[in-house]
């Protein structure tokens, strides 16, 4: 008898291991039947096994990285940089006797005389004269009015006109010129003119004040001492044709170049100066081009060679680029500096390299992957927020109020939604919204435009629950109409939300990338995934730096592939129609 009762009670325990045997489904919870479908869904698994991975990709590789989301990397790079301009000057170079710059007024008034042959020109409200020593080599000759001075019964007055002041010395010299009947004196060197006007004269100081030339000249020193005065030298014997000249008790020669381009100032058998057309200029402020770098220029120039070499400051020879620029010439050489190291190649340093602003990838990567799905889970939070309200409100209240509320679905629907990001982007853009306020309100744009979907889906599941049995208990026992919405109704649908939810971070994911690759989303120095590939804005980084774009393009496709699966995965799951 022990063995029948045996048999009998063992007739009750099911011994089937198939999911579909009826003793086994009674003794498996709702939740433990949707996730045993779930895991025999192998791309769900799939998708959930991508997109933990990219959690931890994102989230905990970012604390474990050593580098910063903004972090910099610099390197010491020799770069080409301008060291010196060169062109064949063909305007005319101001030399002035006291040092000073000549008035650009003058400069310009000076051009307008010359081209019409006039031989004086006024300039702030100085009367100036011109005199052609030479081709291209004017003289320009200035009076300067001293005094003017009244002479009654021997005795005379004198009222200063100009800012030079009327010293004893200078009324000595004029009263011994006027008792010798002459029109000039000398007081400390420097010649005063005498200008009779009637019972008035006029003292003032008249002489050549500057000259202006096309030709440059160029020491062959760094203390080489050019002034006025000896250029003024150098063009008076060119013009004359002499071979040699004095200046300051010392001879100087005159040589002319094989090539006939330019003309050396020798000084004891050395080259002092130079003297051509061609006017070569450092870059720097400080800097002093010897001549031999120059005579290498200007053989570069001649032979249209693009690259020439010549002695540097340091005395090595050192090799130079010659670039064009319309009638320009840019030399360039090359300096030690330190530079960001930008595109820099996968290695040990940087597994997937750096990114245009000398950045690590990798660490820009975990980062905006960070933001990517934070903004992602954040929308879908919104969306669910402001779609379970509206559409439960909706569905169990029916009527008038359901009419409204889906008209009210139908224009948050009809808004043109990239028109509108592309809108609000450039007005942060031109109020210089913080960076990290650009991530917020993305967030809450995203999510103000795209609840309708979700609230249609819960107002329809509620129409069809809320005639339903345990409804008509909930009415009958008076719970309140809250309760009866989020208690009873909202939870009935939370299968349904979770689906939507999970199919609708992908797309979320998604957007976030395009708006940032248009560069209305989020903006440097914070990382995501779309607007790391927005770095990549011509071809030759697209074609030659792939690391830059591809590992962000390939963890956008996973991510959302992830989401598709696990939402696909979900639906099929939680559908009450599949067999058991």
């Known amino acids: 008898m022990s063995t029948d009762s045996t048999k009998k009670k063992d007739n009750h325990v099911s011994t089937s291991k198939a ?6 489904v009674k003794i498996l919870s709702p939740g433990m039947l949707v996730a045993k479908r779930f895991f025999r869904n192998k791309l769900a698994v799939a998708g959930l096994v991508i ?17 910063g989301e903004s972090q910099v990397f610099r390197k010491t790079d020799h770069v080409w940089k301008d060291y010196a301009g060169a062109t064949y000057n063909k305007s005319y170079i101001f030399e002035t006797a006291n040092g000073d710059e000549f008035p650009a007024q003058g400069q310009q008034k000076f051009i307008l005389a010359t081209n019409k042959g006039n031989d004086s020109f006024e300039a702030n409200d100085v009367t100036y004269g011109l005199e052609q020593k030479g081709e291209d080599y004017w003289a320009i000759y200035s009076s300067e009015s001293v005094a003017t001075v009244l002479t009654l019964k021997g005795k005379s007055t004198y009222k200063q006109v100009g800012n030079t002041e009327v010293t004893d010395e200078i009324k000595e010299g004029y009263e011994e010129a006027v008792a010798n009947d002459e029109n000039t004196f000398e007081v400390d060197g420097i010649t005063y003119t005498i200008e009779k006007a009637g019972r008035e004269n006029q003292i003032t100081i008249s002489g050549e004040v500057a000259f202006a030339t096309k030709k440059v000249f160029s020491a062959a020193a760094k203390d080489a001492d050019l002034g006025f005065q000896f ?7 060119i013009e004359a044709g002499e071979t040699s000249f004095e200046y300051d008790g010392t001879k100087y020669e005159l040589n002319t170049t094989e090539e006939e381009t330019s003309t050396e100032v020798v000084k004891d058998g050395e080259v002092y100066a130079t003297i051509s057309n061609l006017l070569v200029s450092p870059q720097a402020n400080g800097v002093f081009l010897s001549l031999s770098f120059k005579e290498a220029v200007e053989q570069a120039i001649a032979d249209k060679a693009t690259t020439f070499t ?6 090595e020879e050192e090799t130079y680029q010659l670039q064009t620029k319309n009638t320009q010439y840019v030399v360039r050489s090359q300096k030690a500096t330190t530079v960001n190291d930008t595109y820099s190649a996968p290695s040990k340093k940087h597994w997937a390299g750096t990114d245009g602003n000398g950045m690590d990838m990798l660490t820009r990567l975990m980062y905006g992957g960070r933001i990517s799905l934070m903004i992602g889970f954040v929308v879908i939070i919104i969306e669910g927020i402001i779609g379970i309200l509206i559409g439960g409100i909706s569905g169990y209240f029916g009527g008038w109020v359901d009419t409204i509320l889906m008209r009210v679905v139908d224009v948050v629907i009809c808004i043109p939604a990239m028109p509108l990001y592309i809108i609000i982007g450039s007005v942060m853009d031109y109020y210089k919204i913080d960076p990290r306020i650009r991530i917020y309100a993305l967030c809450a744009i995203l999510g103000i435009v795209g609840w309708p979907g979700i609230a249609r889906m ?4 509620i129409l069809s629950l809320r005639e339903q049995e345990f409804m008509v208990a909930t009415e009958a026992t008076g719970v309140r109409i809250s309760r009866r919405i989020f208690r009873h109704l909202i939870p009935n649908v939370i299968p349904q939300l979770i689906v939507i939810a999970t199919m609708g971070l992908g797309d979320v994911i998604l957007m976030e990338a395009t708006l940032s690759f248009l560069g ?10 779309g607007n790391i590939v927005n770095a990549v804005n011509d071809v030759y980084v697209l074609t030659n730096f792939w690391f830059v774009w591809i590992p962000a393009g390939f963890l956008i496709l996973l991510t959302v592939l992830g989401f598709n699966f696990v939402g696909d995965g979900l639906r099929d799951a939680f559908d009450p129609k599949m067999k058991r």
């Open 51 to 67: 997109l933990v991975t990219m959690f931890i990709f994102s989230f905990i590789g970012g604390m474990v990285s050593p580098y």
């Open 231 to 237: 250029k003024q030298a150098v063009l008076d014997a």
């Open 458 to 461: 819960v107002r329809g599941q």
């Open 310 to 315: 010549a002695i540097n400051e340091a005395g």
């Open 19 to 24: 999911l579909d045997d009826e003793q086994r």
């Open 520 to 529: 209305i989303g989020v903006k440097f120095p914070y990382a995501s995934w």
